[in-house]
Nanobody, 126 residues
């Protein structure tokens, strides 16, 4: 089992940048692919959207089209942490962001995530 805790999000102006981090509690952290998801305003938790994912060894990454070229996912297994660097932020990026862990090969499609953090609010003002 993996417990995940996201860093505090924040309020940023459109065009700005923000980096989220997520720390995992388990020694098995490095065995899991990690993903970032977001829940937009007015959406249910079940309607969270896939944002980005990274393989367990960090060699493979996946992004949803709307964030390609703006967001970068990375990880440091030595400190059990995954990051989401968000640049050129837009008001439509406003959401609660969640990190999650997957032990399946489907991680790049947004499926197979068994463990979730509690989420952190990111608000982008226009």
């Amino acid at each position: 089992q993996v417990q995940l805790v996201e860093s505090t999000g924040g309020l940023v102006q459109a065009g700005g940048s923000l980096r989220l981090s997520c720390v995992g509690s388990s020694r098995a952290f490095s065995r899991y692919a990690m993903g970032w998801f977001r829940q937009g305003p007015g959406k249910d938790r079940d309607d969270r959207d896939f944002v980005a994912a990274i393989s367990s060894d960090g060699t493979s990454t996946h992004y949803t089209n709307s964030v390609k070229g703006r967001f970068t996912v990375s990880r440091d297994n030595a400190v059990n942490t995954v990051y989401l660097q968000m640049n050129s932020l837009k008001p439509e990026d406003t959401a609660v962001y969640y990190c999650a862990a997957s032990g399946t090969r489907e991680y790049g499609t947004g499926f197979g995530y068994a463990y979730w953090g509690r989420g952190t609010q990111v608000t982008v003002s226009s």
